[in-house]
């Protein structure tokens, strides 16, 4: 983990799953002082009254029980207001037409922001998760790069996370090469979670029928309108533009006899519009809310990855201000969408991002 085990005192973060469990398990094995945290999220004002399934009682006992079986003290931090928060911008993104990435804030100001209060509050010196990403040295300074284990890599959730933290967060599960060796670790412990399946979709809409949030909130982003073509022709109605995101093709209960895309969405008028998928094709986008990581020239080339699962693709980035860039595509890309992260690599290496505010035509 590129760092002086002796006697250090370290926060993990145990969630109940294999992931966490592994990193503390790695932790202790490395001799560190560990802590293990677990992050209470629930609250009633956060779900709209709902049952969802994540932080559930039986998470909390597997967190327990890893803690337990390792041989570490065990924390309860609740959090709950702080989530709910996260949830409230969740609503809020979906009314503005944004299609939103709630981990993202999640992780800077709930994981690793309430984490890091704690740990200073408890004078400990690391901070660490489950997260499959690494840190790396970069010119002397401490960076986020992409896991070992392929598909595996959550770098791009960590974007927003402040510089001076980087050289007191551990991610013991980065270096590991497959999700099949953190199982086979946690197996071997005999940890029961060792086959605890995946966490899947947004902990808090874990169904992924996030319309059912909207609608328990009551939200705007479920007002009925119109469907229109890009020449502005109404061809259809829907109930809520909430429902749509940028590049679906499913779903939109329209019929145009080609194969159309969401290519846009207007909040303010309640209006969706569908075209083709060359009218989806960006050559780039604008930024705001930027958070470097590593310092970055006025304009310079890298890979940017607009989506959770994208692969990335080579761009122009310039600066525009202190918190806004644009990027510049060098081939076309197809639905970037508004709300997510656009998050900045160099050799697998996180420089930093911002979030999306507009695509930009191809050619213009």
């Known amino acids: ?36 945290v677990f992050l209470c999220l629930q609250t009633d004002r956060a779900y709209g009254g709902n049952d969802h399934s994540c932080c559930s009682s039986q998470d909390a006992a597997d967190a327990r029980n890893i803690a337990s079986k390792l041989g570490i003290p065990f924390r309860v931090l609740s959090v709950a207001e702080d989530f709910a928060a996260i949830i409230d911008s969740f609503v809020e993104d979906y009314e503005n037409g944004r299609t939103p990435n709630p981990c993202i804030r999640c992780n800077e100001c709930v994981k690793f922001g309430r984490l890091f209060e704690l740990a200073d509050s408890l004078r400990a010196r690391y901070v660490a998760t489950g997260h499959y990403a690494r840190i790396t040295d970069r ?12 598909g595996k890599d959550q770098s791009y959730v960590l974007f927003r996370l402040p510089r001076p933290w980087l050289g007191r967060i551990l991610f013991p599960v980065g270096d590991l090469e497959s999700k099949q060796a953190v199982r086979k670790i946690a197996n071997g412990l005999g940890l029961e979670v060792h086959d605890k399946p995946d966490s899947q979709d947004i902990c808090f809409v ?26 502005g022709r109404v061809v259809g109605r829907h109930d809520g533009y909430g429902r749509f995101t940028i590049g ?114 191809y050619g213009v």
């Open 1 to 36: 983990m590129g760092c002086d085990a002796v006697q250090e005192k370290v926060l993990v973060a145990i969630s109940g799953g294999v992931d966490s469990a592994v990193a503390a398990a790695l932790l202790v094995q490395a001799g560190f002082d560990v802590t293990g």
């Open 139 to 150: 010119g002397g300074h401490p960076t986020i790069a992409a896991a070992r284990a392929a």
């Open 206 to 231: 874990p169904d992924g029928d996030y319309a059912s949030l909207l609608e328990a909130r009551g939200s705007r982003a479920l007002r009925p309108g119109d469907i229109v073509d890009s020449s």
């Open 248 to 361: 679906q093709r499913r779903g939109t209960g329209v019929a145009m006899g080609r194969p159309a895309y969401v290519i846009g969405i207007d909040p303010d008028n309640a209006v969706v519009t569908l075209g083709s998928r060359e009218e989806l094709l960006a050559g780039g986008l604008t930024a705001r809310g930027a958070n470097w990581q590593v310092d970055v020239p006025a304009s310079f080339d890298a890979t940017v990855k607009i989506r959770y699962n994208h692969r990335g693709a080579p761009a122009r980035i310039t600066l525009t201000a202190d918190d806004t860039f644009e990027v510049r595509f060098h081939e076309p890309i197809d639905a970037v969408t508004p709300g997510q992260g656009a998050v900045v690599y160099s050799d697998g290496c996180l420089l930093g991002g911002g979030w999306i505010q507009e695509s930009l035509k």
